[in-house]
Structure formats: C-alpha cells, structure tokens
Nanobody, 115 residues
C-alpha cells in the first residue's frame, strides 16, 4: 500500500510564497516521475511541474520562473516552492507519483492567493 501525504498549503497574499511538500510512504520501490498538478474551481486538473528520478524538470508556462520543483529520492519526497504567487494560482494542489506502471495521487492541499 502506498500513500502520498501533502502539506504546506494555505492562505497567502499576492506576491507571497508557499512551499508544498509531498512524502510517499508504504511499499516504495523505484519511483519514477513525481509531479504537482492543480485544480481550480470549475476547471480541469492541470499539470504544474514534474521532475524525473534523475532531476530533470519541466514546468507549465504559467509558473515558469516562479515555481521550483525538487525531490529527495532517499526521502521519497517532492517539494514545490511557489514564489510571486498570483490570484490565478488559487487551486487545490495534488502530488502525483509514477511507480511500477501506476499513478498514485495525494489527497490535495488548498492554496489560496488573496488580492
């Protein structure tokens, strides 16, 4: 059984920063790509950033230059540092992990950016 636990969401003002964490536990072996997605009210879930097991990263155009994804393979943890937050970043953020041909998802953490 595998579990992803996210933390770090909250309420922040425009221009502020938050750091999301996602820790995987359980029967962990050879994690592949880890990623962050988000879903705003009334919108589809969209990818935000991803990182391979070797550290290669990719970002949605809307967050490039503001968000940074990182991971620690020994700790089975991925982070998302979010800077210069905008109201349009408001969403539930989900951690996703690919392992042994299966996608695992966290429960989501709310990020609200107030103006």
């Amino acid at each position: 059984q595998v579990q992803l636990v996210e933390s770090g969401g909250g309420l922040v003002q425009v221009g502020g920063s938050l750091r999301l964490s996602c820790a995987a536990s359980g029967s962990i072996f050879a994690i592949g790509t880890m990623a962050w997605y988000r879903q705003a009210p009334g919108k589809q879930r969209e990818p935000v950033a991803g990182i391979t097991s070797r550290g290669m990263t990719n970002y949605a155009n809307s967050v490039k230059g503001r968000f940074t994804i990182s991971r620690d393979n020994a700790k089975n943890t991925v982070w998302l540092q979010m800077n210069s937050l905008k109201p349009e970043d408001t969403a539930v953020y989900y951690c996703q992990m690919y392992m042994r041909d299966y996608d695992y998802w966290g429960q989501g953490t709310q990020v609200t950016v107030s103006s």
